[in-house]
């Protein structure tokens, strides 16, 4: 099962939007609503930042949102903020029962 | 609160076994289905495996597959994951994951880690 494609970084300025993409293919991302969001900061464990596609966490900020055309999911963090700057990480259920990370997305925030 | 705190990390050469633990608290163990998650160091996340939460339905990474055995005991609260045949390619911080309510794969909390490092 290969990883989920991610740009490797993206950056921003404070204030401002980035999204993030993810695509898979057909098995994974584009067959199911079950793609999530984890962002992990450095040393520590990942957390949920979106769940099914466009949900948000208890606790989670709604500056965070989520979204999927076909096989691309995206995770958009609008009013950009300096603790948003972390790792982030798409993942999917597939076909065959198992879990697929994306690559990662190291967001910078400038 | 939910915790799960990992265990049983450590050196090993290659070609050795060695069996992690996931000790949980503050949720019902027995209702929900359980992951491994690693991170080598420096790279991203990998899925490892799942078991479901009647301890029979089980998936493995194709990485891992007939190499590891992931369990758990619903009476203990306890996750486990049995890694023989170690790799170089193994090394890296293994996390347990909880499967979010209603969430299918999806983890709502996690565990601080612990580290396998497989070397010479």
């Known amino acids: 099962q290969s990883a989920l494609t991610q740009p490797a970084s993206v950056s921003g300025s404070p204030g401002q939007s980035i999204t993030i993409s993810c695509t898979g293919t057909?098995?994974?991302?584009?067959?199911?609503?079950?793609a999530s969001w984890y962002q992990q900061h450095p040393g520590k464990a990942p957390k949920l930042m979106i769940y099914?596609?466009?949900n948000r966490p208890s606790g989670v900020s709604n500056r965070f949102s989520g979204s999927q055309s076909g096989n691309t999911a995206s995770l958009t963090i609008s009013g950009l903020q300096p603790e948003d700057e972390a790792d982030y990480y798409c993942?999917?259920?597939?076909?065959?029962?198992?879990?697929?990370f994306g690559i990662g997305t190291k967001v910078t925030v400038l | 609160q939910v915790q799960l705190v990992e265990s049983g990390g450590g050196v090993v050469q290659p070609g050795r076994s060695l069996r992690l633990s996931c000790a949980t608290s503050?949720?019902?163990?027995?209702?929900?289905?359980m992951h491994w998650v690693r991170q080598a160091p420096g790279k991203g996340l990998e899925w490892v495996a799942v078991?479901?939460?009647?301890?029979?339905?089980?998936f493995y990474a194709d990485s891992v597959k007939g190499r590891f055995t992931i369990s758990r005991d619903n009476t203990e609260s306890t996750l486990y994951l049995q890694m023989t045949t170690l790799r170089v390619e193994d090394t890296a911080v293994y996390f347990c994951?909880?499967?979010?309510?209603?969430?299918?794969?999806?983890?709502?909390?996690w565990g601080q880690g612990t580290l396998v490092s497989v070397s010479s």
């Open positions: 994951a909880k499967e979010k309510d209603g969430g299918w794969y999806q983890f709502d909390f």
């Open positions: 503050g949720f019902i163990f027995s209702n929900s289905a």
């Open positions: 078991i479901f939460n009647d301890g029979r339905t089980k």
């Open positions: 057909s098995s994974d991302v584009g067959g199911y609503k079950y």
């Open positions: 099914d596609v466009i």
């Open positions: 993942t999917s259920y597939t076909t065959t029962g198992t879990l697929v």
